[in-house]
């Protein structure tokens, strides 16, 4: 008996049930499980970065495993920082490939296209994250004031659309910052 109801939901439900055990059989045919597809699970030990993480704090490996020259560069700047009251949290540092690529397939969907997506997230092979050589940096005084001080440490933002992004570019304390990429798009070394 039908008691005013539509039958239309259910039949929604279905062809959604349906799309997913359908998509879920094509990730199984390529090699992934839809939950490993999906879901991707990671942790600190990918570069998974708690809340509070300062660029001290080495038991984080997301700050442990950049690179040793980058890592110092920023202790300098946060320890000369710090005493304007400003704090470096550390909102992204090192990555492991598999986080990465994490990263990319939720731009992907969230920007709608690999084009846009590669405006803000880099491969695996490419980005700077997974070898140690970037951090972002959270807190808007961290960032503003890596921006006025940041060269004098060989701190240098590279994107202009990610005031957040440094990477260490040790002629800048002589010569100043080289001009940013307009996005990493324009980025030379992700043409790799």
Not at 94 to 119: C, F, I, M, N
């Amino acid at each position: 008996m039908n008691y005013g109801k539509s039958a239309r939901p259910a039949a929604r439900r279905t062809r959604l049930w349906i799309l997913v055990v359908v998509l879920g059989g094509a990730l199984i045919a390529a090699g992934t499980s839809a939950a490993g597809f999906l879901g991707r699970a990671t942790g600190p030990a990918d570069g998974v970065v708690p809340d509070g993480t300062t660029v001290f704090d080495d038991g984080v490996p997301a700050v442990a495993k950049l690179n040793p020259a980058l890592l110092g560069a920023l202790r300098s700047a946060a320890t000369d920082a710090a005493g304007s009251g400003v704090t470096f949290y550390v909102s992204s540092g090192w990555r492991s490939p598999k986080y990465q690529e994490k990263l990319l397939h939720e731009a992907v969907s969230d920007y709608g296209s690999e084009a846009e997506a590669a405006r803000w997230v880099a491969t695996a092979e490419t980005s700077a994250h997974v070898a140690g050589d970037a951090v972002d940096v959270g807190g808007a005084d961290a960032a503003s004031w890596l921006a006025r001080h940041g060269a004098g440490y060989g701190l240098c933002q590279v994107y202009a659309n990610e005031s957040w992004h440094y990477e260490l570019r040790p002629e800048a304390a002589r010569k100043g910052c080289p001009p940013m990429y307009a996005d990493p798009t324009a980025d030379p070394r992700m043409r790799q």
